[in-house]
């Protein structure tokens, strides 16, 4: 039971009542849900404390929401979902995932042609049952066989935002077996790759039998693929599998090099290996033919590269983009750190949804922790009324508040400041969807495509450049749109966008949404090499989001940027001034 449950429980209650086509109460259960989401406390709790009528003081939350969270307090659920359930088996949650599908149209899908799951959409759309009906046409039925293969393409591949967290879990499980000296999550988990087909775990110990005895006894194991002296393979319950490999302590750097990859990295080094008249393998780095050989590096992977005549590469960079050369002639660039962020510019109060100054407040108190110097308000702008977006008389009162709470840390002697901003949506002609007067007031405006996505390169190119042109408009939001799992970057020419940010002084910004990573690491380099800045910005919709944060630096860093590419990386004088 969690806040976080809750509020998918209302979410997915909102999808069913937005399909039976009622009017308010689905928006009124997806209001209800952000604020639940956005509370500090356990909503068990402050049932505890106060029942039903404390409940009545969350905003949003009328008597006929707080007695459906109180029967998910008391049991466990919510019956009316569970009655939606039972009229519609849909399985709303991956139906919906594919681009370009919503609930009314799974609606109309179950009703005329029994749709209930992915199988039976493909198979409809494959059959051409879905253009006839009313409302969808050829378009969307394409749409909708593109969507199903992008979901198909990506399966069985894992967002580093799930897996990273489940690698550090079991990692510190695994230490703890006696005797193992050293372990590391490697392959593309260690590159910080956005996803991750597996977990490689790399473990030097004296005794590789307890180890694997221990890695198969794991509590989530659905299936042990393979158990070796020095290799094992599981399955997790969750779906994905695990390596391990266990090596002595001499081969430890030369099996770290070469299990982190990748695989196109590795070929290369070992060329360069074998032009030195050397060989390079995963038990280490040997001079000689096979009479006189020894080993004359393996135990950390420093000296690999050292002996190879590179500078020790950040496993980031490891995807053969160039990065040997420029290792080789000693260039490489000092990557930027997380320690190096000084504040995130995109963060939701969800000020539409009625949380007064405590939404901010809470932003602020976890931008603290985090060690910030600064925090950027960015509520989203009118015309996402799903997202509860705020006008310009809303604006004007959150920057009441805003100045409240920066007068009070200067009295109390603190430098900390709150800027305010807002996420405005750039609209399909390139305007934005709030007056200029209004974004005029505030520290600064970030502008991103929520609607239309799928339009022609030329227009969609042309449509964020007319946003970056606004002199108002200093960042764009999620430059590509793309949603990992779900959907490919919108169709535009990203040299032209270059281009133009460079002309009108526009930050593109690096989402660290697990699910976005938005520009990816091909599109920071070519940002940084067109001395394009950029901004990472965790795009929290929650407070505990701000530690997305964290995935924006390795993107960062896999797309080779530095301090002076990120502008949340200055101080915020200076960040300011390179404003408009
Ligand atoms: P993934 O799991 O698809 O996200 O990608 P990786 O890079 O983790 O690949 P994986 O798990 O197949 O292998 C882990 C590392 O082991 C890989 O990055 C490099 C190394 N490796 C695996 N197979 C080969 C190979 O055939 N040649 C070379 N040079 N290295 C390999
Ligand atoms: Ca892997
Ligand atoms: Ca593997």
Redo the contacts with the bound molecule.
Sequence with gaps: MSNQELAKIFYEIADYLEMEGAAFKPQAHRKAAAMIESLKGDIGAIYQKGGVEVLKEIPGVGEGLAKKIEEYIKTGKIRELARFKKKMPVDLDNIVRVEGMGVKKAKILYEKLGVKNLKDLEKAAKAHKIAPLFGFGEKTEKNILEGIEFLKRDKG?FLLGEILPRAAEIGEKLKKIKGLEKLEA????R?R?E????I?FLAVSDNPEKVMDFFVNLPDVAKVWGRGKTKTSVRMEEGYDM?IRVVPKKSYGAALQ??????EH??IL?KIAIGKGLKLSEYGLFKGGSASRRMIAGKNEEEIYEKLGLQWIPPELRENQGEIEVSLAGKLPKLIELKDIKGDLHCHSHWGVGNGPEGIENLVKEAIELGYEYIGISDHTKFLAIEHGINEKQLAEQKKEIDKINKRFIVQGLSFKVFQGCEANIMADGSIDISDEALAKLDYVIAGVHSQMKMPKEKMTQRIIKAMENPNVDIISHPTGRILKQRDEYEIDFAKILKAAKETGTILEINANPYRLDLNDKNIKKAKEAGVKMAINADAHHPEQMRFMEYGVFQARRGWAEKKDVINCWPAEKMLNMLK
């Design positions: 591949r490697c392959g593309s988990i590159r790759k996803t991750a087909g597996d490689d390596d070469y299990f982190t990859g990748s695989k590795n070929i070992r």
